[in-house]
């Protein structure tokens, strides 16, 4: 695990504008919004979920690993939600979702359809997939947790969110459905 700089104080409100990209703050307003409560902690950018331990001591609640999937032929796309601790294989998910030789999508991929970066995966973005082209799946374990956290569409700050907001709000607002899998 690398040392990232952690800002210990826990912030409720969106975040001054200045040095945020515009898209952060477009998350921080969506969820504003909706009247999704979060707890914010601002922190160095961080490359693993590992990175994230200390972050998870100051948020109180675990991180969710979020991983962007695609089929062989680059046709159908997944955004996987599950326990950062939690071992993904494959060849468990691919089972569950009728979907055969999953792999990691690529950047570009991301960019266009969620409009995040590799290391910035979020189920945020699913805000900014209007043609629904990725499917939401949710592991368990995630879905039955009272909160987790996720990063608001940059991964220098996260956030602690109710997952029933998620579930019952933010997704209903972006469209989505999710399937839960056991992983």
């Known amino acids: 695990m690398s040392e990232i700089y952690i800002d210990k104080t826990l912030y409720s409100t969106i975040p001054d504008p200045a040095g945020r990209l515009e898209k952060e703050m477009e998350a921080y307003v969506v969820l504003e919004k909706l009247g999704i409560q979060f707890e914010r902690v601002d922190h160095g950018e961080a490359s693993s979920i590992e990175d994230l331990k200390n972050v998870e001591d100051v948020l109180g609640t675990r991180i969710c690993k979020n991983l962007f999937l695609c089929n062989a032929s680059k046709s159908k796309f997944y955004l ?104």
């Open 80 to 183: 996987l939600l599950m326990p950062g601790d939690k071992k993904f294989l494959t060849k468990n998910l691919s089972k569950q979702i009728g979907s055969s030789r999953l792999s990691f999508a690529e950047g570009e991929h991301m960019e266009k359809l969620l409009n995040i970066t590799p290391g910035s995966v979020s189920i945020l973005g699913l805000m900014n997939d209007k043609q629904m082209e990725v499917s939401l799946v949710i592991d368990m374990e995630t879905a039955e947790q009272e909160y987790f956290g996720c990063h608001p569409l940059i991964n220098t700050s996260t956030i602690k969110v109710k997952t029933s907001d998620i579930l019952n709000i933010f997704l209903p607002y972006t469209g989505h459905e999710y399937k839960v899998v056991e992983l």
